[in-house]
């Protein structure tokens, strides 16, 4: 099997097409031109240098590991931080330069979903919930349940790819 990213999974869940027009065909999709993809790297750099030392105690979080790159042999990608939760548990969190607007999109969902296996195959250690941070609200914190069903459709996702 190849390795994949979220963003392959995304894609194909969003439609199969997609993974066949870019990574087969070859036509380019050009996020590089996005206003927004350029910001959200952006800020995506200085939260991770200005949040260094800030542990998020009220999730439960007793430490943390910034800037993970990940992979499990079919799946890889770059967690912004991978919280230790007090319940011996972990979760992944991820920063999005965007406003929260009382729904989560699924394409948010489906990344956690994916970083959660990377955590639990590389940590060895269980991931029930993770946490996006939309840094045009304020920073506000959300959290999302991840459950073994959410998890396997990504394996079986990746399968399908």
């Known amino acids: 099997m190849i390795s994949l990213t979220p963003s392959h999974i995304i894609e194909y869940l969003y439609c199969p097409r997609f993974t066949f027009f870019e990574y087969v065909l070859a036509i380019p999709e050009h ?17 991770l240098e200005r949040n260094k030392t800030y542990l998020r105690k009220k999730v439960g979080a ?24 007090s319940d011996g548990t972990m979760a992944p969190l991820d920063y999005k330069f965007a406003e929260f ?7 948010y969902q489906t990344q956690q979903f994916c970083y959660a296996c990377l955590i ?36 079986r996702s990746a399968e399908a790819i």
Do not use: C, M, P
């Open 31 to 47: 996020q590089e031109k996005y206003y927004k993809v350029i910001r959200g790297r952006e800020v995506h750099d200085e939260k």
């Open 62 to 85: 007793v430490a943390k590991h910034t800037d993970q790159y990940l992979s499990n042999g079919w799946l890889r990608g770059r967690i912004d931080e991978v919280l230790e939760l």
């Open 101 to 107: 607007k009382d729904r989560i999109f699924e394409t």
């Open 120 to 155: 639990e195959d590389n940590f060895g250690r269980v991931v029930h919930r993770g946490f996006l941070v939309y840094v045009r609200s304020k920073n506000r914190l959300v959290e999302i349940s991840i459950s073994e069903q959410d998890k396997d459709e990504v394996k």
